[in-house]
């Protein structure tokens, strides 16, 4: 790990409405202190900027409503660190975001222990996958449908692109000094292109550099 950094964390870019969101973290820390999401909000904010070219990256802390009052300790411990980081300009920090406004595009880093995050992307594969089949079951049932289906075509590619994960490459473990990209275990010749690409997109950001420089603004004081 990067000296400083308490948890690397995974952080795949998912498909929003608007665009694409980091997701972090989605499975590498299942319990987490509010430093943890202190610095995942970190490291999401440089991410976005090096690898996604987004200038001004909107954090959003996931939680069950927007509300400050919503959530457990560690959401809400971890809200008043984020608007501390806010108010100095560090973080572009949005507040408390609802999962289904962040798959709208309300932000563009969505910050959350490993556990959360997990189970964010899983349910976002398995809507995109039943999605999938219920517009093909329905472009079957007769003649109309199936010419319905072709005017739709192009259309309907571009969206299944966009939730293939053989296009995207892989997963980026942030935090680590090295470019490590984490690969489906089902990854096909195409996903292994892709995330061999990503790791030079990564390496050719200059992400680690940035964390490294401004490690001491990820940390807590200590006692």
Known sequence: RIHGIRRAAMAPVIPT????????????N??????YLLQFAYLGNFYAQRVLNVARPRVGLLNIGAEDSKGTDLQKQTLAL???????????????IEAKDAIKGGCDVIVTD???GNVML?????????AGSALKTMFKKNLLTKLAALLVMPGLNEFKARL???KVGGTAFIGISRPVIK?????NAEA????????????QSGITEAIAEHIDKMQLPTA
Do not use: M, W, Y
Request: proline share 3%; charged share 20%.
């Open 17 to 28: 409405t608007t665009g694409s969101a980091v997701l972090i973290d989605c499975g590498a």
């Open 30 to 35: 299942a319990e987490c202190t509010p430093e």
């Open 82 to 96: 984020l608007r501390e980081a806010d108010s100095r300009g560090d973080l572009h920090f949005i507040g408390n």
């Open 114 to 116: 490993g556990f959360s």
């Open 122 to 130: 899983k349910t976002i594969e398995g809507v995109g996958s039943f």
């Open 164 to 166: 293939d994960p053989n």
């Open 183 to 187: 690969a489906h275990g089902g990854s």
């Open 192 to 203: 292994i292109e892709n995330a061999v690409g990503q790791a030079i997109q990564v390496a």
